[in-house]
């Protein structure tokens, strides 16, 4: 059990890192010669703050919406392992232990949709 969940965090943060660095790379080879304007701020553009509109961005091969899928996916790897824990203990039929990885899942996802940390 424990192995797995440890290849579920390496794969996850693997993947994520490999996805961040290609965006990287795109996102300098389109844009690495522009000069910032750092006396004016322009924000964060409509298209990496939506979820449709990341991914069919990314689709597009926009270097900000696939460094923004790998951050999302770096996001939910750990949230995929509590999952794979929670499924673990319930085929072991550890329910003490199914019941605290489910009520971290709940904190999780309310934490998410709320916006409060901590």
Avoid: W
Avoid at 5 to 18: Q, W
Avoid at 93 to 107: A, E, Q
């Amino acid at each position: 059990m424990q192995l797995l969940l440890g290849r579920v965090l390496r794969a996850g943060t693997v993947i994520s890192i490999c996805i961040v660095f290609f965006g990287g790379v795109l996102y300098l080879y389109r844009h690495g010669q522009a000069t910032p304007d750092y006396r004016k701020f322009t924000g964060i553009p409509d298209f990496v703050q939506h979820f449709p509109a990341i991914f069919y961005n990314a689709i597009a091969l926009k270097g900000q919406a696939i460094i923004q899928i790998g951050i999302i996916l770096l996001i939910f790897t750990p949230i995929l392992r509590v999952i794979c824990s929670a499924i673990g203990f319930v085929l072991e039929k550890d329910y003490l232990y199914t019941g605290i990885s489910l009520l971290v899942l709940f904190i999780i996802f309310m934490s998410m949709l709320s916006g409060h940390a901590g």
